[in-house]
């Protein structure tokens, strides 16, 4: 009776440990508030779940470490009753919780069905299918970041109607809802942001959009996470989460000649290291 007693105290401990240790840091984004939220509820199930059948697995090779001559078990329906239902009311709590997240545009991502309208669009650089507009444009902020061989082109939209286009710099303002529209100008690639709890793949002809609202101003680094030849380890770039008069003062700065400088340098990068790539593929097909 003791030693049970004593079982008990420890699983309650381990488990009151692991719920006040629980961390509360503030995140950088929605997206990642979500993801962190959700992970924390099935955190919350699963951690007293693994004490539980640990404690028992312990307790039990424990308690009959002895018994050379093991009884079968006996039928008993109560209990089987009770841990049938048990993992049914958890499998729906797990469910529910997952839906409500996953549902959300912020994680969900936006794709348009066959009767959206575009009209809400900024003027992309070709035609924009699966691209979700916001509700109301004027309080977003549209972005289409397009992926080639091996770089980032960032198209802004500026509300002084002239787009600003840079080059592996993607400046987004914090606190304000953010929709980039992702897309590919040769191959499969992705957009990831770990800083900023954001991935989506970026295909040729076709947009993927990513709603977010990034909450902590900062630099976070910008990968694709989808292997696209040579040069996919360089291909990096960065995302400045910026106050809303930054952002403005960015788009006057780089308006006209300033964004068209950023997208030849990344042209000239991207021509470059293709020029490599296939001086290479020819010295190995001559090897």
Known sequence: MQQARRMLGVLTGLFALVILAD????????NEELIFGLNRKLLYV???????????LIYTVYRFRDNDTPKPTQENRRLEITWTVATAI?????????????????????????????????????????AKAPENPDDAVQVEVKAQ???????????????????????IPANQTVYLHVTSKDWLHAVHVPGLALKQDAFPGQYNTIITEATEKGSYQLYCAEYCGISHSNMLGEVRVVSQEEYQQYLQENSGSGGSGGNASGNSTGNSTNASGNATSASLVAA
């Open 90 to 130: 958890i499998l729906l709590f797990v469910g529910l919780a997952s839906y409500q997240v996953l549902g959300t545009p912020f994680i969900g991502g936006g794709t348009a069905t066959a009767e959206t309208t575009n009209d809400g669009l900024m003027e992309l650089s070709f035609d924009k299918p699966g």
């Open 23 to 30: 961390p509360v840091a503030a995140q950088s984004s929605v």
């Open 149 to 171: 061989k091996y770089f980032w082109q960032i198209n802004h939209q500026n509300p002084g109607g002239q787009n600003v286009t840079a080059t592996d710099t993607l400046v």
């Open 46 to 56: 699963a951690v007293p779940i693994t004490v539980l059948v640990e404690g028992i």
